[in-house]
C-alpha cells in the first residue's frame, strides 16, 4: 500500500520533461578528492568568468613578460582563436563544411590592404574600413553559401574549395586583369597602412619590439566576437542552426526557413574571418596570396575539431592548444621537450598508477641503453650525433642518434613506425603491450632523426594525424556538445 | 590545323590520366558514398614507386632490364603498392567510421591526405623528381614516334592512351562481367539491401580500394613519366580528377572515362587558344557550375532522397 502523498508527486520525470534530461545531474558522475572538487568548481562557474579570466590572462601577458616574440605567437594565436570561432559557426553549428573558408580571410586582408595602401591611392581611416570589410566578408559568404541550398557533405565542400582555388588563382593572377594590375599578383600588396585610430596611426613595432596595441586590439576583438557569437548561440537563431545540423529535413518539416539558415551560417562565419583578415593585413603591412591557401583551412579545422565542434570555449581552447604546439615545433629545441613531456603524460594517462605503467616506463628506459649500447658497440659513429648540453646531452645516452644520416635509413624508419603503430592497433593487448617498447624507441628514434630535420612538413603532419585520430577516437573533440543519437 | 592536332593530342593523353583517377574517385564514392579526398596523394605516392623501382633496376639511363620489360614493372610496382595503401587507408581511416556521421570520413580523408602528402615530403623533400629519359634503339620514348602533318606523336602519348584505355576496358569487364563487379554494383545500388542478400560488405569496399587505387597507381607511374613528379602534386590532381568524375556523373564508370577526357581537352584547348593564366579558373567555374545545375553529371542518375 502506498502513501497518498506518493500518489501526488510521483518520484518519475514530470510531464513533458524527457527522463535522460530529468537525470542530467545524476549521470554526472564526479572524480574523487581534490580534482573532483576543483572540477566541480569550475563547472560550477559562469561562462563570463571563464571568459573574463581568459582575456584577462591574454592582456596581462605583456606585463609579464617583455619578450617581443612571446607577444607575437600571442597575437598569432587570437588570430586563429577568431578564426576557430568564426569556422565553428559554419561546421559546429550549421554542420556545412566549408572547406573554403581561408578564402574569406584572404578577401579581408585583400579588402583592407584595397583600402588603405598606395595600390589605389585609398587611405580609410581603420573605423571607416572595418565595418566596410565585415560586409563585404558577409556578402562572400552569403554567394558562397548560395549552392548550400542545393548542396549538401560532400557536394558542398568540394565547391567551397574551388572557391578557395578559385579565389588564389584570380589573386596570384590579378596583376594583370584586362592590363590592369589589380591584386599585385604572386608579389602581393605591400606598404599596407597599420591600423588608424582617432586619427593615429598604431606602428606595428615599437622600438624595435612588437608592439603591445595590435595584441590588445586583437584580444578585444576577440572578446567582442565571442560575446555576440555566444548570445546569437543562446538566441532563436542558434538554436535552429543546432536543429539544422542534427537534421536538415526535420528541421525542415518543422517550418524553419532552412535555406536562410544555412546563409546565414555562412555569412556570419565569412564576417567573423574577413575582420580577422583586416588584423592581420594590418599587422602584416602586406598581403600575399599565398598565405591563404589550403594549409591554413586544415590548420583551423583542426583546432575546431580538437576544441569541440560547436562549442565556443572549446575551439577557442584548441585554438590555443593548436597554435601554441605548431609554435613549440618551429624550434628543435623546444619541439624536444614537447615531445618528450607529452609522451610521458600520454603514457602516464593511459595505464594510469598501475604497475603496467612502471614496467613499461622501466622497460623503455632499459632496452634504450641496451640498444645504445649495441649500437654503440657495433659503430661508433652510429651513436655520435651531435648532442648539445643539459637535457639534450643526457638523452644522447639513450636515444641513437648517428652522425650523418644514410639516405635511405630515415625513409626506411619512417614508413617502418607508421606500420607498427598501425599493426599495434591491431594486435591484442597483451602482445600491443609487449611491442609498445621497441614502438616507442623506435618513434623517439623517428623524432630525433628524421621529424625534427624538418619542422615544416612535421607540423603538419601532426596536424593530419591529429583529424584522423580525433575523427575516430574521439569527434565531439575536448569540450564538445555530444551529438543526440537519432534512433 | 597543326595546333589543333597537338592541342587533341595534349588533351587526350591528360585527359586519360584525368580519367584514371576519376575512375578511382568514382569507384569509392559509389561503393562508400565517400569522396575519398586522399585519392590523389595516392596518385603521388604511385609515381614515387614508380621511381623507386626504376632506382632499383639501375635508373633510366643505365637500366639492368630492357626498356619494356622495366616500364611494365615500374607499372606493375606501382599499381600493387598502391593497392596496399589504399587497403590500409581504408582500413584504419575509414573503416572505425563507416556508421558516423557524413562529414566524420570526410575530415578523416582530409586528414590522410594531409598526412600522405607531407610524409613524403618530409622523407623525400619538396624538389621534384624526373624519371629521366629511356633510351630506345634508335631514339628515346620522347623522340621516337610518328607524324600526322607537322605534329610529332611521341611513343610515350601512345603509351599513356593505349594503357590507359586498356585498364579501362579491363576495369569494365571486371566490373560488368565478373561476380565481384556485380557484388560491386549491388552494394552501390544498395548497401543494406546487399549485405541481407548474402554479399560481404567489407570485402566489396576493400576489393574496390584494392582496384581504385591500382588505378591511381598506374596514372601515377605513367604521368610522372611525361612530367617530373614531386610530393606536393597530389592535392591539385586529386581535385582535376574528381572534377572529372563529376562532370562525367559520380558513379558511373563510363561517365569518368568521358568526364576525364572532357576536362582534358578542354585543359589543352584553353590553354593552347587562350591562355594557360585562367585555365584553372575557368575549369573550376565551370564545375561550380555544373554542380549547381546538374549534380548529377553527364552519365550520371539522379538519385532521388528518400526520408
Known sequence: ???????????????????????????????????GEIEERARRAPWWAWLVLFVAAFALLPVVSHDGYIRRVAFDTTLYMLLALGLNVVVGWGGLLDLGYAAFYAIGAYAYAMLSSPQYGIHLPTLVSIPIIVVIGAVAGFLVGLPSRRLIGDYLAIVTLFFLQITQTVLTNGDQIAGHDLTGGANGIINVDPLHLLGHPLVVQ??????????????????????????????????????????GLAAEAMGMPVNLLKLMAFSFGAAVAALTGTLFAALQ???????????LVITVYTMVILGGQGNLAGVTIGAVVVWVMLEFLRDPGDARILFYVVGVLAIAFAFGRTRKLAVLLGSLVVFGFAAHAIADAINHDWVSGPAANGFDHALSHWVIIPTGLANWVGPVSYIGLVCLVLALTLLPARVRYVAL???????TFVWENVLLAQPDATRYIILGVMLIGLMILRPNGLLGERRVEIV | ?????????????EGSTYALIALGYTLIYGVLKLLNFAHGDVFMVGSFIGFGVLKVLGGAGDPKLPVWLLLTLMVRGGMVGCAILGVAIERFAYRPLRDAPRIAPLISALGVSFFLANSFQLMFGAQQYNYGIFFLDGGSLFSKGFEIGNVHIPLIAIITILSAFALMIVLWLLVTRTRAGKAMRATSFDR?????????????????????????????????????????????????????????????????????????FAEAYIAGYWTTRWSDLVIFSVLILFMLFRPSGLLGQAGIKKV
Open chain 1, 285 to 295: 603591412t602586406s598581403v600575399f596570396p599565398l598565405q591563404f591557401s589550403f594549409p
Open chain 1, 206 to 247: 615599437h622600438g624595435g619590439v612588437f608592439a603591445v596595441t595590435y595584441l590588445y586590439i586583437s584580444i578585444a576583438t576577440f572578446a567582442v566576437v565571442y560575446l555576440a557569437l555566444h548570445f546569437v548561440n543562446h538566441s532563436r537563431t542558434g538554436r535552429a542552426w543546432r536543429s539544422l545540423r542534427e537534421d
Open chain 1, 437 to 443: 617498447v621497441p614502438t616507442i624507441y623506435l618513434g
Open chain 2, 1 to 13: 590545323m597543326d595546333t589543333f592536332t597537338q592541342l587533341t593530342l595534349n588533351g587526350l593523353t
Open chain 1, 1 to 35: 500500500m502506498s502513501e497518498p502523498d506518493d500518489l501526488q508527486a510521483p518520484s518519475g520525470p514530470a510531464i513533458g520533461q524527457d527522463e535522460w534530461v530529468a537525470r542530467h545531474g545524476e549521470r554526472r558522475s564526479q572524480r574523487a578528492g581534490l580534482i
Open chain 2, 192 to 264: 543494406e539491401a546487399a549485405a541481407m542478400m548474402g554479399i560481404d560488405i567489407d570485402r566489396v569496399i576493400v576489393f574496390t580500394f584494392v582496384v581504385g587505387s591500382a588505378l591511381a597507381g598506374a596514372g601515377g607511374v605513367m604521368f610522372a613519366l611525361r612530367v617530373p613528379t614531386a610530393a606536393s602534386i597530389g592535392f591539385v590532381i586529386g581535385l582535376k580528377g574528381f572534377t572529372a568524375a563529376v562532370i562525367g556523373g559520380i558513379g558511373s564508370i563510363p561517365g569518368a572515362m568521358a568526364g576525364g577526357l572532357i576536362l582534358g
